[in-house]
């Protein structure tokens, strides 16, 4: 039984839907990404070019330490922060769609440490619409 519920999660794990980009985590209060996160543009960059046509959401994240709407406005800064720099690495802009989502969905729920809060600063990208014309690039 516990071999059958393995392979049901790798099946899923397989999905050639599954595009999501867990980019860049983000300094409390600030909405620049971290130095040490850059050199994943380039390989973000590579990724989505096997997926030819495809519209690209930009989430924006925050922890839960301020109030609903500071982490709002923060989160969408983060997302077209994130966009900007795609486009000035050839991104094509009717691709990428900024979105701020604030605080709620994140990655570590009741986060209390540090390290907890940092997960949930940061941004994703996945596609949203598109994804069925690469269903040939494997």
Known sequence: VKQDFELAIDDILDEPRG????????????????????????????AMAEYPGAVFEISGHTDSRADDAY???LSQRRAD????L?????????????????????????AQ????HEQNRRVEVKVIEGEDENSDNQ
Do not use: C, H
């Not at 040490?36 to 973000?44: K, R, S, T």
């Not at 795609?86 to 009741?110: C, F, N, Q, Y």
């Open 71 to 73: 982490n709002m406005r």
């Open 113 to 116: 440490t540090e390290p907890e």
């Open 86 to 110: 795609l486009l000035k690495r050839g991104a094509d802009p009717a691709s990428l769609k900024a979105v701020g989502k604030g605080e709620t969905e994140p990655i570590v729920k009741d």
């Open 19 to 46: 595009f999501n980009w867990v980019l860049f985590f983000f300094d409390l209060n600030k909405y620049d990404m971290k130095p040490e996160y850059e050199a994943q543009l380039d390989e973000l960059l590579s």
């Open 81 to 84: 922060y994130v966009r900007g």
